[in-house]
């Protein structure tokens, strides 16, 4: 089984910007699509980017423009280059399979977005 780390998070305040990591401890990353998600106080687990094996994206509409999923398959790595930070983005962030299996989920990495 995959153990999927989240680091990068912190405080920035609106309109700032953060860089998180995803590393995965095993070559099966290479293999499947990948994703970044968050969960904020109070409200259930969203969906903010997706990241397939060859590197085409998709982003929730409160992310697009903003937002930059990549990866590095070489070195078993996700990115998320958050821009343009808002509050509204506050939330623990965690990354996983994008997919209909999901791998046991990490801690998250926390961002927080006030001035």
């Known amino acids: 089984q995959v153990q999927l780390v989240e680091s990068g998070g912190g405080l920035v305040q609106p309109g700032g910007s953060l860089r998180l990591s995803c590393a995965a401890s095993?070559?099966?990353?290479?293999?499947?699509?990948m994703a970044w998600y968050r969960q904020a106080p109070g409200k259930q687990r969203e969906w903010v980017a997706g990241?397939?094996?060859?590197?085409?994206?998709n982003y929730a509409d409160s992310v697009k423009g903003r937002f930059t999923i990549s990866r590095d398959n070489a070195k078993y790595l996700m990115y998320l280059q958050m821009n343009s930070l808002k509050p509204e983005d506050t939330a623990v962030y965690y990354c996983?399979?994008?997919?209909?299996?999901?791998?046991?989920w990490g801690q998250g990495t926390q961002v927080t977005v006030s001035s």
């Open positions: 990241i397939r094996i060859f590197g085409s994206t």
């Open positions: 095993g070559n099966i990353f290479s293999r499947k699509h």
């Open positions: 996983n399979y994008w997919g209909l299996t999901i791998a046991t």
